[in-house]
């Protein structure tokens, strides 16, 4: 059994950064595919960015203001937020697909406001 534990959410004023952070407690390897999924009130949980073997994908309301990136060493994947918009905030949960199982983190709150 594997755990993700997610940290760096927090509150925001638009325009701002956040780093996220997921620590697997399990290895992991290049070719699993981990990533970040977001879920605002009142919505169904979305795709924000996934990286396997060296394979990116980003939903389109975030190219060019996050940036998924992963230290296998380290089993931590990270992602980058910049230029945040009100429309980001959430909770933020981190995803690892060993395509045997997959397994979520408990999530991290995100809000973006002035």
């Known amino acids: 059994q594997v755990q993700l534990v997610e940290s760096g959410g927090g509150c925001v004023r638009p325009g701002g950064s956040l780093r996220l952070s997921c620590v697997a407690s399990g290895r992991i390897f290049s070719s699993h595919t981990m990533g970040w999924y977001r879920q605002a009130p009142g919505k169904q949980r979305e795709l924000v960015a996934t990286s396997s073997s060296g394979t990116i994908n980003y939903a389109d309301s975030v190219k060019g203001r996050f940036t998924i990136s992963r230290d296998n060493a380290k089993n931590t994947v990270y992602m980058q937020m910049d230029s945040l918009k009100p429309e980001d905030t959430g909770v933020y949960y981190c995803?690892?697909?060993?395509?045997?199982?997959?397994?979520w983190g408990q999530g991290t709150h995100v809000t973006v406001s002035s």
């Open positions: 995803n690892l697909d060993t395509y045997v199982y997959n397994y």
